[in-house]
Nanobody, 120 residues
Framework: QLQLVESGGGLVQPGGSLRLSCAASGSFVSINVGDWYRQAPGKQRELVAAITSGGSTNYADSVKGRFTISRDNAKNTVYLQMNNLEPEDTAVYYC??????????????WGQGTQVTVSS
């Protein structure tokens, strides 16, 4: 079983920055793909950024140039650095990972979500 613990959300003014962290613990071989999704009130959950085991990244158009996803394989942690935040970035942010199981195969897990509020 794997646990994901998210941290780093909060209230920030427009133009500010936050860094989200998603730490994985438990029995697994490695994180293959790490994603960050977000869901604003009344909207569908959307993919914000993704990073592969090789370090390739992908971003939603709305966050390109402002957000950076990264990972620390030694710490089994995925990060989302968010700069120049806008009120439209307000949402619950969810970490999502695909992992390789110890006894073969893969599985995906979701974090509990962390609130990001951008407001003056």
């Amino acid at each position: 079983q794997l646990q994901l613990v998210e941290s780093g959300g909060g209230l920030v003014q427009p133009g500010g920055s936050l860094r989200l962290s998603c730490a994985a613990s438990g029995s697994f071989v490695s994180i293959n793909v790490g994603d960050w999704y977000r869901q604003a009130p009344g909207k569908q959950r959307e993919l914000v950024a993704a990073i592969t085991s090789g370090g390739s990244t992908n971003y939603a158009d709305s966050v390109k140039g402002r957000f950076t996803i990264s990972r620390d394989n030694a710490k089994n942690t995925v990060y989302l650095q968010m700069n120049n935040l806008e009120p439209e970035d307000t949402a619950v942010y969810y970490c999502h990972v695909w992992i390789s199981r110890i006894y073969g195969g893969s599985a995906d897990y979701w974090g509990q979500g962390t609130q990001v509020t951008v407001s003056s």
